[in-house]
């Protein structure tokens, strides 16, 4: 569940990087640092604890942004953020962020597992039929996912497409099980 609070910084960062025509650009900062955090708990943990002074939290977030390619207005976002401790909320922000983009650019993410690696045409031939089927270009990312002996599962959205063979022996399972 994402709070009003993410939903309305991220419309805020949002907003600013339609105007700037810089949506992809802005999202792809954003998650860098969402990720950073993510990736490092105390420093997520260090920068939302209010016991430490903004300034400290400021100067260490100065190094850390040194260190990667942000925009000024990332940065002055992420330092926005910090001052008004809601730093701790920057993954929602990210996810609300990457919601509006993918709707405003007309793009449909979806997931392809696999229990082999997909080749380029099948994934060209994959992705030109979610297309067909969702009228938007299609994002796609593919897992690899040995326990499904077989076959594809498709996750558009909501909605899931599974066409592996694992799933088709359980259906068989409880067919011969309501059988008795």
């Known amino acids: 569940m994402i709070s009003n609070i993410s939903k309305r910084y991220a419309r805020a ?9 810089k949506l992809e650009q802005y999202y792809n900062e954003l998650h860098q640092f969402s990720s950073m955090m993510a990736e490092n708990k105390d420093l997520g943990g260090f920068l939302a604890n209010p016991i430490f002074e903004q300034d400290v939290k400021k100067n260490v977030l100065e190094k850390i942004i040194g260190k990667v390619t942000l925009s000024p207005m990332t940065v002055n976002f992420l330092k926005l953020l910090v001052d008004k401790n809601r730093i701790d909320v920057l993954p929602d922000i990210d996810t609300c ?24 045409d099948m994934q060209q ?53 309501e059988a008795r």
């Open 97 to 120: 962020y990457r919601l509006m983009m993918d709707e405003a650019l007309q793009k449909t993410r979806v997931t392809v597992k696999t229990a082999f690696p997909l080749s380029a």
């Open 13 to 21: 960062f949002f907003e600013i990087a339609g105007e700037e025509k």
């Open 125 to 177: 031939y994959i992705m030109s039929n979610l297309k067909k089927l969702t009228g938007r270009e299609a994002e796609v990312t593919v897992e690899d996912d040995k326990s499904l002996l077989g076959g594809i599962v498709i996750g558009v959205g909501d909605t899931l497409y599974d066409g592996s063979i694992k799933n088709q022996l359980n259906n068989m399972r409880n067919l011969l099980g």
